[in-house]
């Protein structure tokens, strides 16, 4: 979603603003804008439709100059993208907003303040919280009190940064659903939408939790909690790395985050597998005990999230034994729910803010949850905050829009919740002791499939023409086939959809003509027989069938069949091994395509609003 990014400092912030707006990019826009106190007392605003570049270019052209100041990068919801409605919003000469979220009540607000007498110059909710702090201020309250006063008439999820230009000494910011960290400098201080925006100028963070309400000064801040006391919150240093959102010599931050996969796990695994076991620990102190009780397991996820969760509850079901319901977010934070006795609540996010996620997670705790467990990769997002116990994937900074690696170590964490399961459940030691094995010889099953990546290169020209695809799997490989056909519609834009392999007589089968690429994951598992049954049917109906199979599944390439090897796994694995191609085949096609990979179009990173 939108980026904020905020400073206060004895130097000129404009350069700051702009190299943090660069590093939200990955968060997905479609304009950008800062706002900065200029030195004759004024406001000096650049906004900008489209890329953040043609905003540096702005700033090149009409150097701005200022101490204190305000950025944004706008993804659109009320109002098209377009100049007028990119942030900063002004009101008068002497206010300037920045803000992420809806505001649901923005239209009442809105026919208040036109019969008040203010002119809107936007369709965005945004603009009434502007217009509502400027009226505080003119009534003569300082900028913190203005902000305090309006919060409390916004209904909706909001992050805020506001700056008056009358008061040079101060930034205002606050959070209610929206996620905001503070950097802290010497003698200068910042606001962003997330850590990463300013790593170049510090690598020390508050994250301000719900309700909080902060003022940042040159020497210091001061942090109100939701019920207006004033609160010390933790200074904790980040250990990423500052070049950590640089491409390097791949061509896409996707490509890159691909390749990364393999140490992306192998992190992920360190210090959380023993020699023959998993290690308890790895979830926290009280895990073994609230696993060990756990008699259901409910996972709540959106998106590629979520295919993450439908592979662990084969896992789930055929090891550990207990029941498995998997849930959209969107969907179970708006219907009503049945607690199974003694059940582990899992939630599964790459950022840790995905709003439907936090809500769902927030209804579990109030209906009666035995405990919640989160998988994240951000150990100061709210999602790891508000859970009992946490596994942290180590995926490190993710900035493509369409998820990998992160999707990958999200199956590595699940799969280690599985045997934790299974163990407390009398799984056999030398079966734990194979599935260990199995994750240990992970890393190097990677980089077999990631060594044939120029053959999935020329695979990819089949499909640039193509206006579907399907994607056939089953077991535990329908959720890959699931997650292949996300990735390419996401990042190519052909529509493609997945089905288990055994469901085409039921409908899909209707589709299949020469026109229809179907791709198949196919491992040598239990279903492999089934699975080629399924598959002679496309090829009866004039189907081109590009099937993913390791080296032991006996199928030949002939006319019809494009046959891609990978090394052969073993079952358990195969989810997260046969992944990866469908990832590379997505890339390759997009790239052919020439469509923004790493930004595709209409889509967000961290989905922070319903």
Known sequence: MCGIVGAIAQRPVAAILLEGLKRLEYRGYDSAGLAVLSAD????????????????DAVAAEPVGGTVGIAHTRWATHGEPSTENAHPHLSGDRCAIVHNGIIE???ALRAEQIAAGHRFTSQTDTEVVVHAIYDELDAGYSLTDAVRRTRGRLEGAYALGVIDARDPT???ATRQGSPLVIGVGFQEHFIASDVFALLPVTN???FLEEGDLAELRLDGVTIWDRAGDI???PVRESRVAADSAERGEYRHFMLKEIFEQPRAIADT???RIGAERVLPEAFGLEAEAVLATARAVTI???GTSYHAGLVAKYWIEALANIPCRVEVASEYRYRKHVVPE???FVTISQSGETADTLAALRIAKESGYAKTLAICNVPESSLVRESDLVLLTHAGPEIGVASTKAFTTQLVALLLLTLSLARTRGMDADAEARAVGLLRGLTAKLEEVLAIDARIAELAEHFIEKKHCLFLGRGEEYPIAMEGALKLKEISYIHAEAYPAGELKHGPLALIDEDMPVVAVAPNNALLEKLKSNLEEVRARGGQLFVFADTQVPMQEEPGITVIRLPETGDLIDPIVFTIPMQLLAYHVATLKGTDVDQPRNLAKSVTVE
């Not at 004024?42 to 905003?55: E, Q």
């Open 300 to 302: 709540v996820a959106c």
């Open 342 to 344: 003694d059940a582990l």
């Open 170 to 172: 101060r930034l205002v």
């Open 269 to 271: 695994l360190e210090g």
């Open 105 to 107: 009540n923005h239209a």
């Open 41 to 56: 007392g004024g406001i000096c605003r650049l906004r900008t439709l489209g890329k953040v570049a043609k905003l540096v």
């Open 231 to 233: 609160v010390e919150r």
């Open 204 to 206: 020390r963070f508050i």
